[in-house]
Nanobody, 115 residues
Framework: QVQLVESGGGLVHSGGSLRLSCAAS????????MHWYRQVPGKQREWVAR???????NYADSVKDRFTISKDNAKNTMYLQMNSLKPEDTAVYYC?????????WGEGTLVTVSS
């Protein structure tokens, strides 16, 4: 299994954009699915988006048409482009590599959206 490191979080004004990165320690080419999740302190972790090894993409309704998930297999990195950010997008964002019976999580990166 690979290790994952998120980066790209920070403070942004409402309506702004950020791009998160999830760098893997090894090849992501054959990982069946990779996800982005987010968590607000005191709340359950929420699924945000998924990309499969074949490139299929799915999004939570709350981020659809604003966020875009992608990956670069050559760089072993997954991305989350976040546009039109809202204060309710404030959370720690985690990436996840999903092999079905097992998965690996990163440590998370904090995104704060000010109103």
């Amino acid at each position: 299994q690979v290790q994952l490191v998120e980066s790209g979080g920070g403070l942004v004004h409402s309506g702004g954009s950020l791009r998160l990165s999830c760098a893997a320690s090894g090849s992501i080419f054959s990982i069946p699915a990779m996800h982005w999740y987010r968590q607000v302190p005191g709340k359950q972790r929420e699924w945000v988006a998924r990309i499969t090894s074949g490139g299929s993409k799915n999004y939570a309704d709350s981020v659809k048409d604003r966020f875009t998930i992608s990956k670069d297999n050559a760089k072993n990195t997954m991305y989350l482009q976040m546009n039109s950010l809202k204060p309710e997008d404030t959370a720690v964002y985690y990436c996840n590599a999903d092999w079905g019976l097992s998965s690996t999580w990163g440590e998370g990166t904090l995104v704060t959206v000010s109103s």
